[in-house]
């Protein structure tokens, strides 16, 4: 059983495109992020929800648009796609808040921008 | 503000050898502090982690790591590695009541026979 899914594995796309990324934990966890690791591998947060409401948005351009239809799924939906989106990105989850430095994450998801 | 060095974007080391990853800290309050590994094409994994209470603190895999505060340090190590063992490995720290982690831009351990 798979604890953190991630959908599609691989994207190419276009810019100027737009595009998703779902993610689904079964867990039971409360809290969901989503992190972009750029190509030095250096991993940064840049959302994160609990119990569907929004908690942590880390500058990120607001091209880029969280969305939790219920506490097991955080997807992210990118606008106007750039090459500089180009990354893999990674969903997590934890318990809750207060657990929220223990983290499960999926597999990622390789974005390529052309 | 916290942050993490990784001094070593890259470790070498033979197959039955020992290794030591380094990680330091910095931050104004108390901290917990990770380990997680990254092995090729999947997500990261939590490999310990130290909350509180013994500064020596023992994961999966054999791997170890010991909290200084003093030298704000909490280095990974291993006595003797395996081929399996060739992965990214980031260290990463969570002070106390805040929701977040923050992570060091990593260390590739390369285990060869």
């Known amino acids: 059983d798979t604890a953190v899914s991630q959908t599609p594995k691989y994207l190419v796309t276009q810019m100027g495109n737009d595009k998703s990324i779902k993610c689904e934990q079964n867990?039971?966890?409360?809290?969901m992020y989503w992190y972009k690791q750029d190509s030095k591998k250096f991993l940064k947060i840049m959302f994160s929800?609990?119990?569907?409401?929004?908690?942590i948005n880390e500058t990120v351009p607001n091209r880029f648009s969280p969305k939790s239809p219920d506490k097991a799924h955080l997807n992210l939906h990118i606008n106007s796609l750039e090459l500089g989106d180009s990354a893999v990105y990674f969903c997590a989850s934890s318990q809750d808040l207060r657990t929220a430095y223990e983290q499960y994450f999926g597999p990622g998801t390789r974005l390529t921008v052309t | 503000a916290q942050s993490v060095t990784q001094l070593d974007s890259q470790v070498p080391v033979f197959e039955e050898a020992p290794v030591e990853l380094r990680c330091n800290y910095s931050?104004?309050?108390?901290?917990?502090l990770f380990w997680y590994v990254q092995y090729p094409n999947q997500g990261l994994q939590l490999l310990l982690k130290y909350l509180s209470g013994s500064t020596l603190v023992k994961g999966i895999n054999g791997f170890e790591a010991e909290f200084n505060k003093s030298q704000t340090s909490f280095h990974l190590r291993k006595p003797s590695v395996h081929i399996s063992d060739t992965a990214e490995y980031f260290c990463?720290?969570?002070?106390?009541?805040?929701?977040?982690?923050?992570f060091g831009t990593g260390t590739r351990l390369l285990v060869s026979p």
């Open positions: 990463a720290v969570s002070e106390s009541g805040f929701q977040k982690l923050v």
């Open positions: 929800y609990n119990n569907k409401e929004l908690i």
């Open positions: 867990l039971g966890h409360d809290t």
């Open positions: 931050s104004s309050v108390s901290v917990y």
